[in-house]
């Protein structure tokens, strides 16, 4: 290798440098040179040159890239003839400065916004992932705090029964979790993410706008009133009915744009293969929950009072002029973010695979695993597309992989075959993947069905029990009363993450502490003792219900079901418990569920990953709604069945019995799937089905050095140009650094 050839690719001219008192010495650099870039944690991570031996100095040139993360140009250490501490002395000034940013560079394929590989040191991390949870606070603010009190508006306002309204609210909460499929189709396909979460953040504050509007604006806003006693009460016209409900459910279109791509593009901020950022991300899932929770407790304490003391239109207002902030916020921020680029429709993908099977539905599969169809290696460098291993599960899908002759003919024409009719074993085993996750969603719907009745009939308990503290004279609203939900997640994540955690990772060895889905597995059980416990208070609260109308002689109308308005002598806090357990089933299978889905789902469909989670809470919500129908009608009788709109004779209880035997039954399905379940798997990484997957980087990356270790060059005498690689200096003695070794 020429003189002149190192200097380009160093982008350094000779370098002066001083070896003792006196003049300087100017030395070109020889032919004969090393270069080495060993693997290894950060900052140990080192590019060397040794110089031979010239004018009678050894020189070697270190090149720290932990330093060149934060910036600092580091020099040349002239070995044997100064001390380590000058090191700092010797500036590599010349080194050029795209150079500095290709060893800065992300290895997960990341691009910042002009479409360049995304720089390390200037995207991404916390920094960025604040910024993009703020569109997340703000629009669960906005959610919850509208969620909390719709029941009681519907009944007050719109005048709708007990039973009606559970059912609405259930069915707008569905929608609101099931559109992130939505979401996640336009932020695969073609939108990515940033542009999905920035478009529908728009459209989210206008459907807020039109929220606030009905409640506010005399042409739109129906009379509330106490239709119990008020005579008068006039019914809303079909019109407001009609502009309310179409406001709610544009917010709904508008939070599938949000919620599907949040989690994703946050996690997109932190590089897997580097060790650090990789460890952050372990965590980042636990304070994400934490920090959308603290946007659920401002909404069901401040704004539902708000609500209460002021008007809907400043309770329901004000998260409209936050999502105006936290939009303007997220889109300044836009430098600072790293971008994957869409891949494609994962919904595509998956019918791929199912037309071309049944297209080879008669072809018999190879006995070699070798010879069904894959994508090079060279694709598998970029961590989008990065192979997954062959599996013996569902093996029909695998005759979607099964070439024949037309490979050879678009071999031929340069082209790649047609994917509807022949697809990759990567491509093959992501639909097998999809596949064993439906089970564990399934069986995680009964769980968001309880979640349900913490919006609706917890909230038509308590608001006819008593409410007051006597020794300050203010009355708790009973829509406030979730806050004792996100203060349980709140008080217990960074508990979990900081202590039961380490606790549990001695005896597991699981890095989590336990895994993924005994995470969840733990939820259920908690969730199914908060449902069992709510059950046991509406007893009590039904049994003084009865003794304090028999003791005063309370005649009830019942036809107007005038208990739903009967202040019982029974505190309110009798609710806290069930509260408290339903936040903390939400520790374990919301941020257990979320992680599951996001970890599991193939690298081009982590979107879906996202939008599988809230789905479960969407569905879940319509389950509960269609238990609601169907045990209403079962049970109606002359005391309005289990769910009627006298809560003195109506027998929630009965209906929190039923929750609570589903629940237990849906566990016992649950524990057989998760023993089934298999962990998605890379080449390199080990495959359990009690632990989880690991995070790190896969065994094939791509480092923008490497290639350089594998180049050769013509010879110049005795000298070979082909690039070496140096010992490590964990495994060999010093004398390698000191200069003693034979070259």
Same mark, same amino acid.
């Given at each position: 290798m020429s003189c002149s050839k190192l200097l380009d690719l160093f982008s350094c001219k000779p370098i002066s440098i001083n070896a003792a008192p006196g003049p300087s010495i100017f030395m070109p650099l020889q032919p004969s040179v090393l270069l080495s870039l060993r693997p290894g944690p950060w900052p140990e991570r080192t590019l060397s040159a040794p110089i031979p031996y010239v004018l009678g100095l050894h020189l070697q040139f270190r090149y720290n890239i932990n330093m060149v993360e934060h910036g600092t140009k580091v020099g040349a250490l002239p070995v044997g003839s100064v001390d380590e501490s000058d090191q700092k002395s010797f500036i590599l *000034? /010349?080194? *050029?400065?795209e150079e500095l940013e290709i060893l800065d560079e992300v290895t997960n394929g990341t691009v910042d916004f002009r479409g360049r590989s995304a720089i390390r040191s200037k995207s991404g991390n916390w920094k960025a992932c604040f910024l993009i949870f703020g569109t997340e606070v703000c629009e669960r603010m906005a959610f919850y705090s509208i969620s909390a009190n719709l029941s009681m508006h519907l009944q007050e306002a719109l005048h709708e @029964?007990? =039973?009606? =309204?559970? /059912?609405?609210?259930?069915?707008?909460?569905?929608? %609101?979790?099931? $559109?992130?499929?939505?979401?996640?189709?336009?932020? @695969?396909s073609f939108a990515g993410r940033y542009w999905t979460i920035a478009s529908f953040s728009c459209g989210y504050f206008v459907a807020l706008a039109l929220v606030v509007m009905s409640? %506010?604006?005399p042409t739109l806003k129906p009379q509330s009133c106490d239709v119990l006693y008020d005579k008068e009460c006039a019914e809303p016209t079909s019109m407001k009915v009609s502009f309310f409900y179409m406001s709610l459910y544009l917010m709904a279109i508008g939070a599938g744009g949000i919620k599907s791509c949040v989690a994703g593009f946050a996690g997109d901020q932190f590089d897997e293969g580097d060790k650090k950022e990789a460890k952050r991300k372990m965590s980042f899932m636990n304070w994400w929950f934490v920090s959308i929770s603290f946007g659920t407790m401002c909404s069901v304490s401040f704004l539902v009072y708000t609500q209460i003391a002021v008007g809907l239109e400043y309770g329901w207002g004000i998260p409209a002029l936050i999502s105006a902030l936290t939009t303007t916020a997220f889109l300044l921020g836009t430098p600072l973010y790293r971008h994957r680029k869409p891949t494609g429709s994962p919904f595509a993908r998956v019918a791929q695979v199912i037309v071309a099977a049944a297209r080879k539905y008669s072809v018999e599969l190879p006995h070699d695993d070798d010879l069904l169809y894959e994508i090079d290696d060279k694709e598998a460098l970029d961590p989008a597309n990065r192979k997954l291993p062959h599996t013996q599960d569902f093996t029909f899908l695998d005759k979607a992989a099964v070439p024949g002759a037309e490979v050879i003919i678009y071999n031929c024409k340069g082209a790649r075959p047609d994917p509807w009719k022949l697809c990759t074993v990567t491509q093959v085993e992501e639909v097998k993947l999809l596949i064993r996750l439906l089970p564990i969603w399934i069986t995680n719907l009964m769980f968001s069905a309880v979640f349900a009745q913490v919006g609706t009939l917890f909230l038509n308990q308590g608001s006819t029990m008593n409410r007051k503290i006597e020794t300050i004279g203010f009355q708790i609203p009973a829509a406030s009363f979730p806050l004792f939900v996100t203060f349980t997640i709140c008080s217990l994540l960074p508990l979990y993450d900081k202590f039961f955690v380490p606790f549990m990772r001695r005896f597991t060895g699981e890095e989590r502490g336990i895994s993924l889905l005994q995470r969840i597995g733990v939820g259920q059980v908690v969730s199914t003792l908060s449902i069992t416990v709510a059950a046991c208070v509406e007893m009590k609260r039904m049994a003084v219900a009865k003794r304090y109308i028999f003791e005063n002689g309370i005649i009830m109308d019942h036809s107007k079901g005038s208990g739903a308005t009967l202040d019982l002598p029974m505190s309110i806090f009798w609710l806290i418990p069930q509260y408290m357990l339903t936040g903390a089933s939400e520790v374990f299978i919301s941020v257990g569920q979320m992680e599951f889905f996001y970890s599991q789902v193939p690298d081009s469909m982590r979107s879906v990953g996202a939008a599988l989670y809230?789905?479960? !809470?969407? !569905?879940? =919500?319509? !389950?509960?709604?269609?238990?609601? %129908?169907?045990?209403?009608?079962?049970?109606m009788n002359s005391n309005g069945g289990w769910i009627g709109n006298d809560l003195t004779r109506s027998h929630i209880d009965y209906f929190y019995w039923l929750l609570a035997t589903l629940s237990l039954l849906n566990f016992s399905i649950y524990v057989a799937c998760a023993r089934w379940y298999k962990y998605k798997t890379i080449p390199g990484r080990s495959r359990s089905t009690f632990t989880s997957p690991d995070v790190t980087s896969p065994d094939v990356t791509f480092h923008p050095i490497?290639?350089?270790?594998?180049?050769?060059? %013509?010879?110049?005498?005795? @000298? =070979?140009?082909?690039?070496?690689?140096?010992? @490590?200096?964990? $495994?060999?003695?010093n004398d390698h650094y000191n200069g003693n070794e034979q070259m």
């Open positions: *000034d /010349r080194l *050029d400065k @029964d007990v =039973s009606v =309204s559970a /059912r609405n609210v259930n069915n707008w909460v569905g929608t %609101t979790f099931l $559109t992130p499929l939505l979401g996640a189709f336009v932020a @695969d409640v %506010t604006l809230l789905s479960t !809470v969407a !569905v879940g =919500s319509f !389950v509960s709604s269609l238990l609601v %129908t169907v045990v209403t009608k079962l049970t490497k290639p350089l270790l594998h180049q050769t060059t %013509t010879h110049h005498g005795n @000298d =070979s140009g082909q690039i070496k690689q140096l010992p @490590d200096p964990h $495994t060999h003695s």
